[in-house]
């Protein structure tokens, strides 16, 4: 199983009018993006110190890349995680009423697996991505 | 380039009392600093509390940059360097309690 069958669900669930199918969509966008996210990082040899929080150590990972596309992902994360806090949390927000934040989140989403998919079919181009990662 | 007085700075109190907690007060300044010189398209800058969800272990501080959508360039390359320069300046440890974070606002000025 992988995670980006959390963004199909994504989709399904956001063609949905109510707010709280748009902000399970909000919630499935983020969980599909960044489950890929971290079994990539495991794929190419990163492990997670045990005690660390698995979404703020992928997160990390990311933003401090070198690579652009891995940059470029990290702050996807960094967007859709705020974004996935107040879809779940806040039930106060009204941002939720409108389709806007669940589109724009499947979206980044989409975008930013298009990235991870383009470095992990090109041995050359996943190298370097793999070295520009701190530990 | 923007210059400090003409974009709007609101901190809430919230996260003025964990940045002063956390003794970050100098790389928030320095984040926002960097936000106002790279940024083009600046509207305002507003420093929030973010609490401590399952997603991350610490409460923190988020800057949302609102910048002007028009000013976006196709590759975000000020994002890029702005990007660049967190990595090169910021510690992932302070990184974990501020993040800034670009907003682009559509015909949109409060």
């Known amino acids: 199983m992988s995670g980006r069958g959390f963004l199909d669900v994504a989709r399904d669930v956001a063609t949905k009018a109510t707010e709280f199918h748009q902000r399970a969509a909000v919630i499935h966008a983020y969980y599909g993006l960044v489950l890929e996210c971290r079994d990539a990082l495991f794929r190419w040899g990163f492990a997670m110190p045990p005690r660390d929080n698995v979404h703020a150590w992928v997160r990390l990972r990311l933003v ?13 994360l960094d967007t859709l995680v705020r974004l996935r806090n107040e879809a779940s949390y ?19 989403s989409t975008t930013a697996l298009m990235l991870l998919d383009q470095i992990e079919n090109d041995p050359t181009r996943r190298a370097a991505a793999i070295a520009s990662i701190q530990p | 380039m923007n210059t400090i007085t003409t974009v709007p700075l609101a901190i809430e109190p919230q996260a003025a009392q964990l ?22 398209g600046l509207r305002r800058l507003h420093v929030l509390f ?5 997603t991350g272990p610490d409460p923190s501080v988020v800057i949302e940059a609102y910048r002007d959508a028009a000013a976006q360039e ?16 910021i510690s992932p440890d302070v990184y974990r309690h501020l993040t800034l974070l670009i907003v682009d606002e559509i015909n949109h000025v409060r």
């Open chain 1, 64 to 76: 401090f890349a070198a690579d652009k596309d891995l940059k470029v992902m990290g702050r996807a």
């Open chain 1, 90 to 108: 806040d039930l106060l927000s009204s941002k939720f009423a409108s389709s806007a934040p669940a589109q724009r989140a499947i979206q980044d």
């Open chain 2, 19 to 40: 940045v002063k907690e956390l003794g970050m007060q100098a790389e928030l300044d320095q984040m926002l600093e960097r936000a106002r010189q790279i940024i083009p």
């Open chain 2, 50 to 54: 973010a609490p401590p969800y399952d």
């Open chain 2, 74 to 89: 196709p590759d975000d390359l000020h994002w890029d360097l702005y990007s660049k320069w967190q990595s090169a300046t």
